[in-house]
């Protein structure tokens, strides 16, 4: 119905729910001190109907895998859980057993063991027996389609993940959960594993953070987007996990989701596929931080950072960048100080031999791009002038020679006559030399004096 209509399966919801909240509303029978899962882990009784021991299954069902199939009634003694099955010889798990099991070293290894088996029989490998950390096997296709062609698989991979966290293995429910969700969202391998890895083993992860970034993971990863349900939109587009390494599964870029590269634990390849890698993938418990909730307060959740903030940091780093003997941006204050200059020099333009060669006057930086501005502007506008060029050109492949400056749409021209010497600070001025004298006079277009004052309106006749 959940496929249908694209809503919750709350059947599913109500059930997992009651799960991890440890049965709320159970009442124990009294067993009169019976412990039948207990005694069938200590290898002291078999299991029912026409079972066999559990150190029989664990040596001589590894491979057998028509009969971890063909056979229902192993299952729920591998995995008990304290609520009732379908197998009413199997009875359900009680507190007492569960602290049992947890004390005893030898049932915690055969159950790792069992664990083992199933992982095998579903094309899996448990990679890191600390963390959980489980990875493809090598005969993961074969096992995967067999996956895929029966579904109550489904509902014996729920008692695993289920019976794990009951029985002191909570850490293993992460991974293993996270498994399924990367080759159903994201390598897309076992489609029909998809509905029950969202509705079940998703949920089935008892640790909150663990659950939450599970959550977000599937919510990246599903498609279409706006069709997913398990998780309220809004909280899951604000919850971003603080992940300290890289993920279990990077999906590449290039190729898509369905271009991923075959893996195994054995061929030690990158979780991605890429290529190969010589760090093992690490369980989802130690690979994400504590990222905060996706209900309740936003606190724990990284604000992005304010404009300026953002500015301020790009300014930084290209002052860092930046090499110590390369000159900066200008200032407005260094501009000014250019174009005065600059200006200066045009006014207090004297005379030259024309025997001499011009001295280029130095460049500040910067001036380089006024100095183009301005001579773009003199070929322009003297195209259209009638000014009485001087005999002694000035050769125009010098870009630095900045003594030549425009007046009221003419040419300022030199005047051979008078060769005077700038004010003090003019650039591109020859030295003072002895008899010279100042006379700042120019020649307009019509060839008139326009007097010595420098502060006369350029360009006037």
Same mark, same amino acid.
């Given at each position: ?9 709350? !059947?599913?919801?109500?059930?997992? !729910? ?44 590894r491979d057998n895998y028509d009969l971890l199939e063909d056979n229902h009634s192993y299952i729920q003694w591998l995995f008990p859980l304290r609520e009732p099955g379908v197998n009413w010889h199997a009875k359900p798990l009680t507190l007492k057993e569960v602290q ?9 290894? !055969? ?62 429910? %992460? ?6 969700? /990367? /080759? ?46 398990? #998780? ?87 002052? !860092? ?34 025997? /001499? ?12 791009? %006024? ?24 050769? %125009? ?28 600070? %003019? ?7 002895? #008899? ?10 019509? #060839? ?14």
């Amino acid at each position: 119905m959940s496929r249908m209509t694209g809503s919750r399966n709350w !059947r599913a919801m109500q059930d997992m !729910r009651r799960y991890r909240h440890h049965y709320p509303d159970l009442v124990e029978q009294d067993c009169n001190g019976d412990m039948p899962n207990l005694s069938f882990y200590k290898n002291e009784i078999c299991f029912l109907p026409n079972g066999c021991f559990i150190e029989d299954i664990l040596q001589n069902w590894r491979d057998n895998y028509d009969l971890l199939e063909d056979n229902h009634s192993y299952i729920q003694w591998l995995f008990p859980l304290r609520e009732p099955g379908v197998n009413w010889h199997a009875k359900p798990l009680t507190l007492k057993e569960v602290q049992a099991f947890k004390s005893s070293e030898e049932v915690k290894e !055969r159950f790792v063991q069992a664990y083992e088996l199933m992982l095998g029989f579903y094309g899996i490998q448990l990679q890191d027996r600390n963390t959980g950390a489980v990875c493809r096997a090598q005969n993961y296709h074969s096992r995967f389609q067999n996956l895929n062609w029966h579904s109550h698989n489904n509902l014996r991979i729920t008692r695993i993940l289920k019976s794990l966290g009951e029985l002191g293995l909570e850490h293993y429910q %992460a991974p293993l959960a996270r498994f399924f969700l /990367e /080759e159903t969202l994201v390598r897309r391998e076992l489609p029909g594993v998809r509905q029950s890895a969202l509705d079940y083993f998703l949920f089935a992860v008892r640790s909150r953070r663990q659950r939450r970034e599970l959550v977000h993971f599937a919510w990246e990863h599903f498609r279409p987007r706006c069709k997913f349900v398990w #998780g309220p939109h809004d909280k899951l587009q604000r919850f971003r996990p603080q992940a300290s390494l890289q993920p279990l599964v990077a999906p590449r870029q290039a190729g898509g989701d369905e271009g991923l590269q075959d893996q195994t634990c054995d061929q030690g390849r990158d979780p991605g596929g890429d290529g190969v890698s010589t760090q093992a993938p690490q369980p989802l418990s130690v690979k994400h931080q504590d990222a905060g909730a996706l209900e309740g307060d936003q606190g724990d959740e990284a604000e992005p950072p304010s404009p300026k903030e953002s500015k301020k940091r790009k300014l930084e780093a290209n002052r !860092r960048e930046q090499a110590p003997g390369e000159p900066g941006p200008q200032s407005p204050s260094e501009v000014e100080k250019i174009a005065l200059n600059l200006e200066g020099c045009a006014l207090s333009q004297g005379s030259q031999d024309p025997g /001499e060669m011009e001295q280029p006057c130095p460049q500040p930086p910067g001036a380089r791009v %006024a100095d183009e501005v301005r001579k773009r502007r003199k070929v322009e506008e003297g195209a259209g002038d009638e000014t009485v060029v001087d005999s002694t050109p000035v050769p %125009a492949s010098t870009p630095s020679q900045c003594c030549r400056a425009q007046r009221g749409g003419g040419e300022v021209e030199e005047d051979p006559q008078n060769q005077g010497a700038p004010p003090q600070g %003019a650039c591109g001025s020859p030295p003072e030399g002895p #008899g010279s004298a100042t006379t700042g006079t120019s020649v307009d277009v019509s #060839g008139e004096a326009a007097g010595t004052d420098p502060s006369a309106k350029p360009g006037t006749p």
